[in-house]
Structure formats: C-alpha cells, structure tokens
C-alpha cells in the first residue's frame, strides 16, 4: 500500500487530480446505490419481523447460541428434538422466542412456554408421555421431573432429567404391608 502510495505521488499533477476525480465519482456512485437499496433490505427485513412476530431473529439468536454448546450427553439433544417436533403438540404453547415454545437453560432443564394454563389431567399426560420418551431413549437410566414453572413473561412447564437414582431418592418412601 506503501508503494502504490508513493508511485501515485510521482505521477504528474493532471494524473493525480484524474485519479482522484475518479476516486471521488466512484464513491459518491457506490454511497447512492447503497442508499437506493439499503431501504428495500430494511423494508425486507421489517416485513418478516412482522410476519413472524420478531421470532426470526430471536430464534437465528438462539441457534447461535445453541451452536456454541456442545452437548455432554446426546440424549439432551435428542429430547429436545423430540420434544420441540413430536412433545409439545397437544399444549397450547407460546412459540414468540423458542423453537416450538421450548427453552433450553441449562443441560437437562427444559422449559416449554404455554399461552393459558393447563389442567392437571393434560400435565398428567404430557408428564406421562414424556417420562415414556425420556426413559426408552436412555435405557430407564434417566428419569424426568414435569412442573408448573413461572418463566417471565410466560406461563411454563418445567421439564428437568435426572439420573433414575436421584429419582428414586426424591420420591416419598412408601411402606406397604400385606395381611
């Protein structure tokens, strides 16, 4: 650059102000056809925000972050495949910031965003059939706890996994006698 530099200051007066009023035209070109098309790109970029109520850049947002973890166990990535496609399809979820309405906060702590609450009998269900999943993807080594979460600004269910024998020690010892 040095170089180029030091050859146009040796060219003659009249070569430079040419290269120069060339420089110019050529800049002043580039910025006008930038602001000619930089509003169709706004324009563009607002008209999908608003289609997708902001979720496309959220979710883009997401994906990066998501990308930069990496997974200790691959049963978290599959559980949340499962749940984000197949999980979460007879909830009345609240999909403005998360893929299907499913957060990820930490590894094996998934919260899934519902728009109204839901009864005892749905969360039993869901409960039920996620506790299926999540044992017959880890071969009964990993058991899962569902809750009724408050995740701000939205209603939650809080899906956490845990080892089989944590459960077993979180459940309440039950004595039986037979007569």
Not at 111 to 133: M, P, W
């Amino acid at each position: 650059m040095k170089n180029f530099l030091r050859e146009i200051m040796e060219l003659e007066w009249y070569y430079q102000i040419f290269i120069a009023s060339i420089t110019f035209v050529l800049i002043a070109l580039l910025l006008k056809f930038l602001l000619w098309i930089v509003p169709f790109i706004l324009g563009s970029l607002l008209f999908l925000w608003l289609v997708t109520d902001g979720e496309i850049f959220s979710l883009a947002w997401h994906r990066y972050k998501q990308r930069s973890q990496t997974a200790i166990n691959p049963l978290f990535d599959s559980f949340y495949n499962w749940l984000t496609e197949v999980g979460v399809t007879e909830l009345p979820i609240s999909s403005l910031s998360y893929t299907q309405g499913v957060e990820v906060t930490e590894q094996g702590i998934y919260f899934v965003h519902i728009d109204k609450e839901i009864s005892d009998e749905a969360l039993g269900n869901f409960e039920t059939k996620v506790r299926q999943v999540v044992k017959t993807m880890s071969n009964d080594s990993i058991d899962c706890v569902v809750s009724r979460s408050k995740r701000e600004p939205f209603l939650a269910v809080k899906v956490r996994l845990v080892s089989t024998n944590d459960m077993m020690l979180m459940q309440k010892n039950q004595r039986e006698e037979d007569f």
